[in-house]
């Protein structure tokens, strides 16, 4: 068989202050993502990174008395230590300072250059340095004597200056056929409805540079320019596959991407620019781009002013890093907004972690030390309701594996701690404990069936909580190369005899307050 290729990628992130839930969100969904690929035997690459250019990042340095790139360095750090926190298996992680993203840059303006899809002019118009974005006039509103964006909230100032465009205008036509052709490439689909109505009304030519700060790349040949931050940061998705080296097995192997994981916020960039550069470029388009929602607390985006903020850094410190990836992507439903509070996180890990999967793994695992010498049963004969139970998560293989691919996580982790609820109840009804003395071939046979049904939970929650199914897996003995999806379909996997081995509670509840 041939080996299989996945490319995805979080949105680079502009590392202008702490990383918060939402960077934290984006990055959990992509890991979840990309480890659900490898355990289902694809070669995966997993990007992810710092934006570190343009006139925001030349300022913040300035009011600080700091050198620009050491302090681009102190900020990328953050994110980087960040992807330790959040225990993410990113394979790459790139900062648009380095060389290598430089050149790829450098190439792809040559590329819009030769197609002739670039032109010097002057640019007129509302810019939000806050957003490094142009903003047209039907976008911006006025509160008290001052103007600002009506999308993302932020100050707009009034810019002249001589500017290179890209004529994203004479792409508007290929785009809505992009859009028409690929119907997921746009997902999910309300997002994919409003992107189609912003081409629709009619696409301006982009300004692409800039002359009112030195922070970036410079444009070639014309040195007091500066290349537009987003056309640069974009370009951060080729820059990880060596490119312009198109023939290098990276860009061979992974490139077009497989889906770029992104806020809303930023989904024109990357599902209308971004596409635009790349078809005058002569480069595939991505496959796909998810714009999921935003993380709410009390029903309001998170602010220093409302008081809002959950530090995600804090609740992995107070309650697991597990937890709060569990958390966050069975509590919102991907691609829209989701409110979060600590309450509904102590409910979720009591529910869910604790007294579901959690106890069930305790539960039999104790019962087999105690009955069995921590030793896996020998199995006799399924009747019906063992076949039943066994055939559950078989039977389901294929479902779970579309549920991923279009991208719908918080269907598959309930339909995966489902598995686990009845796998408590079939512990409950079959009453193992019942069985010692006057049945212990039925006894045996009921435990293997649970213990099997354990590890294929287990290996379906791996890309989700890593830590603690590992754990599950190790006391089970399950080598690491059988932790895929195929494994599954082997009910006769575990090793009658085997040693289980100990393991601590894998989820403490957490008592309330209240």
Known sequence: MPNKHFYITTPIYYPSGKPHMGHAYSSIVADIFARFKRIDGYDVLFLTGTDEHGLKMQKEAEKKSKDTKLFCDE???????????????????????????????????????????????KYKGWYSISDEAYYDEDEIETKNNVKYSKISGSKVEWVEEESYFFK???????????????????????????????????????????????????????????????????????????????????????????????GKDILRFHAVYWPAFLMAAN???????????????????????????LDPIEIIQNYGIDQLRYYLTKEVSLGNDGNISLASLTDCINNDLANNYGNLCQRVLSFI?????????????????????????????????????????????????????NANKYFNDQKPWSLKNSDPKRMNTILYNILNQIRSISILLNPIIPNSSSKVLDTLSIKKQDRKIDSIMNINYLKAGSIIKKTDILFKKIENDS
Do not use: C
Request: cysteine-free; hydrophobic content about 35%; glycine content about 2%.
């Open 283 to 309: 480069i595939p388009v991505p496959k796909r781009v998810y714009g999921h929602g935003w993380i709410l607390s009390d029903e309001k985006k998170m602010s220093k002013s409302l008081g809002n903020i």
């Open 75 to 121: 900020l990328s750090a953050k994110f980087k230590d960040l992807t330790k926190i959040l225990n993410l298996s990113n394979d790459d992680f790139i900062r648009t300072t380095e060389n290598r993203h430089y050149e790829s840059v450098l190439n792809l303006w040559s590329r819009l250059e030769k197609s002739k899809d670039i032109y010097l002019s």
């Open 369 to 421: 030390d105690k009955n069995l010498n921590s030793k896996i049963p020998k199995f006799d004969k399924f009747n019906s309701e063992d076949t039943k139970f066994s055939n559950e998560i078989i039977d389901s293989v294929t479902n779970l594996r579309e549920l991923m691919d279009n991208q719908n996580l918080n269907a598959y982790i309930k339909k995966v701690i489902q598995f686990s609820f």
């Open 168 to 262: 994203l205008s004479s792409w508007q036509d290929k785009l809505l056929e992009l859009y028409e052709k690929n119907q997921k490439f746009i997902l999910p689909s309300s997002r994919r409805n409003e992107v189609i109505n912003f081409v629709k009304r009619g696409l301006k030519d982009l300004s692409v540079s800039r002359t009112s700060f030195s922070w970036g790349i410079p444009v070639p040949k014309n040195s007091k320019h500066v290349i537009y931050v987003w056309l640069d940061a974009l370009t951060n998705y080729l820059s990880a596959l060596n490119f312009p080296n198109v023939q290098d097995k990276k860009y061979k192997n992974f490139w077009p991407a497989n889906i770029h994981i992104i």
